[in-house]
């Protein structure tokens, strides 16, 4: 089993940034595939990032590429979301996601791949 819990959401201004945490326990998630999803208030959840177990191969939502940042500390067992560049359009719950087995390029922005889900964080981009 896997907990996942998420730090780092805030209110912060257009054109700000945050870096959400996603410390992980309960047993090694070296060999998962990991991901953030978002959710805003009306809105299906929708991929924003994953990454491999190596931290080698990243995927991002077109809506986010070039702005925001996956990266993971195996060691420290956690998940990262570096987000540059914050429009009002990106307020959402942001939820951490991890994978018990290995997840392919093609599925890694289809939340059924993951096993694990963290309790989110809210960000707020004021405009």
């Known amino acids: 089993q896997v907990q996942l819990v998420e730090s780092g959401g805030g209110l912060v201004q257009a054109g700000g940034s945050l870096r959400l945490s996603c410390a992980a326990s309960?047993?090694?998630?070296?060999?998962?595939?990991m991901g953030w999803f978002r959710q805003a208030p009306g809105k299906e959840r929708e991929f924003v990032s994953a990454?491999?177990?190596?931290?080698?191969?990243?995927y991002y939502a077109d809506s986010v590429k070039g702005r925001f940042t996956i990266s993971r500390d195996n060691a420290k067992n956690t998940l990262y979301l570096q987000m540059n560049s914050l429009k009002p359009e990106d307020t959402a719950v942001y939820s951490c996601?991890?994978?018990?087995?290995?997840?392919?390029?093609?599925?890694?922005?289809?939340?059924?791949?993951?096993?694990?889900w963290g309790q989110g964080t809210q960000v707020t981009v004021s405009s």
């Open positions: 996601a991890a994978s018990r087995a290995v997840v392919g390029s093609s599925l890694a922005g289809d939340e059924r791949e993951y096993d694990y």
């Open positions: 309960g047993r090694t998630f070296r060999y998962s595939t």
């Open positions: 990454i491999n177990w190596s931290g080698g191969s990243t």
